[in-house]
């Protein structure tokens, strides 16, 4: 135990003697550092967010084609910020902004380096516990975030968005053997996790109609959100006879672009006329799926009846 202490105390003196050599990690404008710089310490959290949207907020060809080419200034900024700040400060980046959303996006601001926790680090950081909370995301997400507002889910966005795990910061060694497992917001930002009852699907089978009912139970901000792109959800019906003739289909579209997402919490219903003589003998399947161009649809939710 006597020679963990000792270890670890020479190998914080070692931290606070050459911190001033990693001052370069705070400069910003054309000297802001690349996200290989974090890797060297934080290779899990680079690893996610090289995978993740934000990582591809510049580069993709939903944005391009939306920016014409990135000659539409109102678009800029947030696709590759230099930093988050009010949105009437909000500046682009003027290096590496083919990483989007990056590192120093979220950590770097006025020079210093900001972290949801408090901790030693080879290079200066200072705490900003703001980073766990909704608002933090409202600079670039402000529809999203007021639709959050109106509601009353009890969640912050990170909470469903960037789920926390438990494992160690820093990979590196030799201060990976010191510092201690935390509660560490995932990067990686994939869609299975959070559409994970986000919504529901009930449904009753009568004698000439079907009805369906779909719930936003958990988003917390109306189904799809966003203000900008096109992200869909489509409700689709059909129902069979028992000879497996189909005599229903229907399909409900919600949009961000015609601004229809159900609510949080809020449920819409839909009555389907069934063809004469089919009774109540038939099967019916409602399935919920969202779609976004360049990414694949998921299935978010499903109901079955027979």
């Known amino acids: 135990m006597k020679k963990i202490v000792i270890i670890a105390g020479l190998v914080f003196g070692l931290v606070v003697l050459v911190g001033a050599a990693y001052d370069y990690l705070l400069e910003m404008g054309d000297k802001t550092p690349q996200s290989s710089e974090c ?62 959303v990056n590192c120093t996006t979220c950590h770097l601001r006025n020079n210093m380096i900001y972290g949801p926790y408090k901790l030693v680090a080879k290079h200066k950081a200072e705490q900003d516990v703001s980073m766990l909370q909704s608002a933090f995301c409202s600079v670039c997400h402000m529809p999203t975030y007021q639709e959050w507002q109106g509601g009353d889910a009890q969640k912050q966005c990170q909470d469903c968005h960037m789920p926390r795990v438990e494992r160690k910061l820093v990979q590196a060694f030799p201060i990976s053997s010191l510092v201690p497992k935390r509660m560490v917001g995932q990067h990686l930002q994939m869609y299975e996790g959070v559409f994970q009852g986000a919504a529901s699907i009930t449904g009753q089978k009568g004698t000439g109609t079907v009805t369906i009912s779909l719930t936003n139970m958990g988003a917390g901000h109306n189904m799809p959100t966003g203000k900008y792109g096109d992200y869909r959800l489509v409700l689709q019906t059909t129902a069979l006879s028992s000879g497996g003739k189909e005599v229903l289909s229907k399909e409900e579209v919600f949009s961000s672009q015609k601004g229809n997402g159900v609510p949080f919490k809020k449920t819409v219903k839909y009555e389907y006329p069934i063809q004469p003589g089919v009774g109540k003998d038939y099967k019916v399947k409602a399935t919920l799926v969202y779609q976004r161009a360049g990414r694949p649809d998921v299935a978010v939710a499903s109901w079955n009846a027979e």
């Open 39 to 100: 890797k060297k310490c934080h290779a899990t959290i680079y690893e996610e967010w090289s995978k993740n949207f934000h990582a591809k907020a510049w580069v993709n060809d939903q944005f391009k084609n939306a920016s014409n080419t990135y000659s539409k200034k109102e678009c800029l900024a947030c696709h590759t910020a230099q930093q988050l700040a009010a949105e009437k400060d909000l500046a682009i980046r003027p290096v590496y902004k083919e990483e989007g």
